[in-house]
Structures are given as C-alpha cells and as structure tokens.
C-alpha cells in the first residue's frame, strides 16, 4: 500500500491540476498580501482590539478561499486517479498481479490523503507569514487549523474517491465540489437562523455538517485561527457571521468525522470491488 500511496502521490505532482493550484495559490496569495498591507496602513484608526479581529476575519476569508482551492485540486484528483484508470483500462496492469482491489485502493487513498495535506501545509505556512510580516498577526493555534483544514481535504477526497467508482471522472469531481459548496451554504444559512431564533433554519447547518463534515472541520479551523481576546470582545456582536466562529470543535464531532471517512471509504471498496474493470 505504501508503494502505491507514493506512486500516486508523484502521479498527482505530474499532473495539469498541480499546476493549476499552485498558480491559483499564488494569485491568492498575492491578493492577500496587498490587502494585509492596506490593513496594516489603516490600524493606526484601530484599536489593538479591533485590529486584530479585522486580522482574524480576513485571515479566515483568505484561508477559505484557500481551503476552496484545495478542495477543488483533491476532488478533481481523486476521479482520474481511480475512475481515469479503470476507464483507460491502466487499472488492469496493477490489478492483473496478486494485489487486492482494497490495497490498491487504500494505497491511492493514503498518497492523496498526502498531497492535499501536504498542500494545506505549504500553503497555509506561506499565508501566515505574509500576516506576520503585514499586519504583526499570528493565529494563536496554527497547527490545529491547518489539522482540521488538511481532514477536510480528506473528507472532500473520500467521498471523491465514492463517486469515481459509480460515475466519470469529470462527474465526480463536480459532484464534490458542489456539495462542498452546498454544505457551506447550508452552515451560513444555520448562523442566520441562530441569529433570528429560528431552530428550522438552524437545524439545517446541524444536519449537514453531520452528513458531510467539511463545514464543521472549516469552522473548528477558523476558530484556531481566530484571536480569543478578540472573539471575546466582539464575538456576540457578530454573531452568525460567516467567518467567525464561536466555539472549539468537540472531541465527539472530531471521532464522527473520522467514522464519517471510515465509512465512506469502506463503502468505496464495496463500490470498487463489484466494478467491472
């Protein structure tokens, strides 16, 4: 399986999609630096209070559109790496030797688990820097964040990986990254019903972030990125803000997540295993 994570993490560094992200990437964080420095040039009308929640709240809106692009190279990664093969009938040179269909599986899973995690690192290494060196800010629990954002890759990457085995590559891809999207929507929608008292609308975040978990680990992320004093200070005034979160994940949401990707990835070897190759 090891053989086969590091096979497909250096077909996933060859591929069009690769440079795609990592010029997406640098126009992000470009933009970002420009808009930290008109920041930095705007806090002398600040107080140290509120310059730091502006920080917060525009480091967490980069870091989604940071989160997004990464979530649109694994989805659209994880269908031609399983689908693309079987299609192209490349599947049958490896599955032709005595090596299970779930190892093969598991070994393509692990090295995009790698990339997408790998990616999230660099990326979001590169993106505090620019605020440190902008605006003076570092988020006070770095490792988490980019934790929960590198399992919501995974998450997306999963359920990518679900779909490749049923439909197109093409297919599968937009499939995630719409439900993605959707799921996010749904979270902004809940903020919006827990501000008007509205347990419908409420529950609507609720149940999506149980069905899939991007939003709830992109939430636990924006609350490891965000200052405390800070959230402290201003936190209720905005509540129900879309890049604000007001509390930690929990430890019984963080093991449904994993469940949640145990499952989805034992239901994608089921799928595979029945495929006609």
Known sequence: ?????????????????????????????????????????????????????????????????????????????????????????????????????????VGKWLGLVAFGSGFVAVAGLAQFLIVRATVGYWPPQPVAGLALLAAQTTVLLTLGLLLATVVSPMASGIVSVGLFGATWIAGVVSGIGEVLRNESLARVGTVSRMVLPTDGLWRGAMHSFQDPTALAQFGAEMDGFPFLSLAPLTLTYLAWTAVWVALILALTSVSFLRRDL
Do not use: C, Y
Not at 33 to 56: H, N, P, Y
Not at 93 to 98: I, N
């Open 1 to 105: 399986m090891l053989t086969l994570a590091a096979l497909t993490l250096k077909e996933a560094a060859r591929r069009r999609v690769l440079r795609a992200l990592a010029a997406l990437t640098v126009v992000l964080l470009a933009l970002s630096a420009w808009g930290f420095s008109r920041i930095a040039a705007e806090t002398d009308s600040l107080t140290s209070g509120e310059a730091k929640l502006v920080a917060s709240q525009v480091l967490n809106l980069v870091m989604f559109g940071m989160s997004l692009i990464a979530a649109l190279g694994t989805a659209f990664l994880a269908g031609p790496t399983l689908a693309g093969e079987i299609e192209s009938g490349m599947a049958l040179s490896v599955l032709a030797r005595p090596v299970h269909r779930s190892a093969v599986l």
